[in-house]
């Protein structure tokens, strides 16, 4: 009796239902359309992206503020290699991610035939894992494989390479989507040596301090992470993509440590006798000099990836696995310290050297988004670009709730913030969700205005207008004798007219008294999407600033002045 058979494609698409996929985020091509023909015969929803990184940025958004994995489905060749920007900026940041992408038949494979390319290889240093699928019979098998790495352990991008012969084969409708992976077992026993270890590390700390990052956001250990604060009368500081871990208006947070942190946090780190890192890597960003990072102080690291335990800086005691499981370990094994004393010299230094703007002149990219924080209460979804905004964004906007700040952390990708707030959108298809893009990195994937029409997001655009790429300008004007070279965005588009030439809302605002009314209108208005294109001081620097390679007590916290400054040794 013969059995019943579909197409791979079609098993595919099962498949990914059986995963709980709710939408795919891509652009069809002619080794995809096998895929595309089954999605068309199912009921999961297909957002289609004019170009395939923002369908990669639109899959992050939506895996970051969801937890659940994002899913691309893209063609072979160019739409295969325009995702790899995406792919990178996901794992550098540690989001699931499976992108599927067609590819030329098999046969063909090696002899340069029309759109093919090397995905799997090309993409190797920038994936969890990559696939190339040969075999149609084991394509379900290798999408169960896919999810399973992608959100286990410490997530990341994984690639499905599936050229067109194997994803249009017939293939029995029962085939299997079992699998074995004896060799990939990311999740271990936590050692409770090394958990005992750090309770007394911290149990007797004069001036301990948490740092919360990403890691703690991904396990979901929010609650844990109050418990141990609250018990402990420890204060936090948050990475960049730690923010809304832990409430940033409470009263023991010192908000985002590093370059462009706030001073007191910077000043604390200088002050403590412990830090305890929680799902952070000592990036670059904070560490500066890693040999000379906080030489005072005991260093704990709790990671769920054993390659990042004294990969940047050394540590005094590291405890491996997923953060939640860690703390709740942790706060029973606990004995509540004397912190009273640094708690009070951590309130002063708030209070001595808060964040502050020139209030007077044009209008302050600071002021904008200081009052959009305060408009949405700090529970708005907010996506960033990268540049100065995006330091504005982690200073002013106050993050009360994990997975509400969504930003390229690692990998600092221009063009990130617009489509990813696409992606969060529809993941949080009742939430305000505000992207905050300068007008440099907004017009790297502003063709995504399209897609948000089309799927009628009620997303806010805010885009910083200094018609600069204000951050390399920063530099050059703080290290290269103001040498500007490149960072002119002279011939901007008038961004309003370009909203309406999509049909979309456009704002402007100008003037510092008009910042509430207008940002209120923006955020009343629900028909569709909006952009406000708030045009802001030029010339406006960054500050705290900690030069690149520096330690953090050389912190400036203003322009010196008549003082010629030495070249940083890091990149922007």
Partial sequence: ????????ATKMIEILQNQGVECLFGLPGGSAIPMYDALAQSTMKLVLTRHEQGATHMADGYARSTGKPGVVLVTSGPGATNTLTGIMTAMMDSVPMVVLCGQQLTMNLGLDTFQEADVSGMSYPIVK?????KDPEELPSVINQAFHIASTGRPGPVIVDIPKNVSSALIPEDTSGEFSLPGY?????????????AATMISVAQRPILMVGHGAVISGAVKEVQAIVEKMQIPVVNTLLGKGCFPESHDLNLGMPGMHGTAYANMALCECDLIVSIGSRWDDRIA???????PQAKKIHIDIDPVEINKAVQVDCSVIGDAREILNSLYAYLNKGNTQRWVKQIKRLKREYPLKYKKEGKLRAQHVIEEMSKLTKGEAIVTSDVGQHQMWAAQFFKTEKSRHFLTSGGAGTMGYGFPAAIGAQIGNPGKTVVAIVGDGGFQMTLPELSTVVNEKLPL????INNNYLGMVRQWQHMFYEN????VDLEGNPDFVKLAA????????????????????AALAYSDGPCIIDAEVEQHDNVFPMVPSGATLDKMLLSMPRNKKLEKPTGGT
Wanted: with cysteine; net charge positive; aromatic share 6%.
């Fill in 1 to 8: 009796m013969n059995k019943k058979q579909c197409t791979a």
């Fill in 129 to 133: 894992h990559s696939f190339l699928v």
């Fill in 185 to 197: 077992n990311p999740l271990k026993e936590v050692n409770q040596d090394d958990v005992k270890k």
């Fill in 288 to 294: 500066g000099n890693p040999d000379e990072f906080l």
């Fill in 460 to 463: 806010k655009i805010l885009i």
């Fill in 483 to 486: 040498r500007l070279s490149g």
């Fill in 501 to 520: 030439a999509y049909g979309i809302k456009g704002f402007r605002v100008k003037r510092s008294a008009d910042v509430r009314k207008v940002l209120n």
